[in-house]
């Protein structure tokens, strides 16, 4: 096969062309904060994840945040993270005092494993936060057990439209947070939702997006006359990013089954290589939400991560790795804590031996041969 000019993406966002519209209806309004669009977002995603709410807010980041801030997390808590995981799921715990307390993940999936949460829970564990990683549910039942009454907050950050048991992620726990960056299943350019089945929670969340003020706009006898009642930040999301989620939304079934399909095709392609293992959900009665196809390079030396990275890029296709360190070995946590290499060794491993390679609804079948070749080729030296 010879090199090709061609580009292929780890991640684009795909509009349908619906957007532009609906983003002048907001700028025509001249209402872009504080409107009808968040409103009606928040229900239509509440809808789909089957939860009675949800509340839009600046960033998935934001969502963990004020899940923590509600549940009352506090200095001298305790807040069990796995060690697999964007970084931001442990700054929140941060951000309140607490302490993350990090627990070590299973190698086949890259869930926080059950055995680590047992070990790690004290009386002073006020929390558990579930990742889904790259949208691989974790195994709920089997958490919730363990946990007890522990509240269990998830990450849904690359699991949108994932499911366990027959329900979405993000109504499985007392919370879920999910984010719209740019190459996520669905965008609004930055933003993210916060879903809870928890009436107190969701008004929490509500409030202290926004500053903690007591009434919203609309509920105001005279305008600029308000309380605060909570300690609260401006994690708001705009009315222009409302506008389109709610059309991304509308198109989420046909970008989720393009990036399904593609997740299938290349799995498929690669399955019969002995240099490589794809993490696989952790059983049948879940669906993952196909972010991306993480495949982890064995053991046995044939191949080197790092250099397979560099040929994928020079023939054009974009790769990512999730995530380059487990975050308590990431200098923050690792000077504050003590961690040192060695403590998480599943974790450990995915990051150094894995490679995310893009599935999304902007690339095709096409693509995917050409990726799976790409590797074969490498392999193939």
Partial sequence: MKDSPKKIPFGRPVFSGGELAEIKKVLDSGLLTHGQQVQKFEKVFADFIGVRFAVAVSSCTAGLHLSLMALGIKPGDEVIVPAMTHTATAHVV?????????????SKTGNIDIKEIERKLTARTRAIEVVHFLGL??????????????????????????????????????????????????????????????????????????????????????????????????????????????????????????????????????????????????????????????????????????????????LGVGTSVYYGRPVPLMNYYAEKYGYKSGDFPNAEFISNNSIALPVGPHLNEKDMEYIAGCIKRFARG
């Avoid at 941060?94 to 299973?106: L, R, T």
């Avoid at 907050?153 to 690359?158: F, K, S």
């Avoid at 669905?186 to 933003?191: A, D, L, M, P, R």
Wanted: proline share 3%.
């Fill in 137 to 314: 549910p974790c195994p709920m039942d089997e958490i919730s057990l363990l946990a007890k009454n522990i509240p269990i907050v998830e990450d849904c950050a690359l699991a949108l439209g994932a499911s366990y048991n027959g329900r979405k992620v993000g109504s499985l726990g007392i919370s879920g947070s999910f984010s719209f960056y740019p190459i996520k299943h669905i965008t609004t350019s930055e933003g993210g939702m916060l879903t809870t089945n928890d009436e107190r929670l969701a008004m929490l969340a509500s409030k202290q997006r926004a500053f903690g003020i007591d009434k919203s706009i609309e509920e105001r006898t005279i305008s600029g006359i308000y309380d605060v009642k909570y300690l609260g930040n401006n994690y708001r999301m705009s009315e222009i990013q409302a506008a389109l989620g709610l059309v991304q939304m509308s198109d989420f079934n046909d970008l989720n089954e393009r990036r399904r399909s593609n997740y299938l095709k290349l799995s498929s392609l690669l399955g019969d290589m002995p240099e490589i293992e794809i993490l696989q959900r952790s059983d049948a009665s879940s669906s993952d939400a196909h972010y991306c196809l993480n495949v982890i390079i064995k053991e046995n030396g044939s191949l080197s991560r790092d250099e397979m990275v560099f040929k994928l890029n020079a």
């Fill in 94 to 106: 941060e951000f309140c005092q607490a302490k993350p307390v990090f627990a070590d993940v299973c």
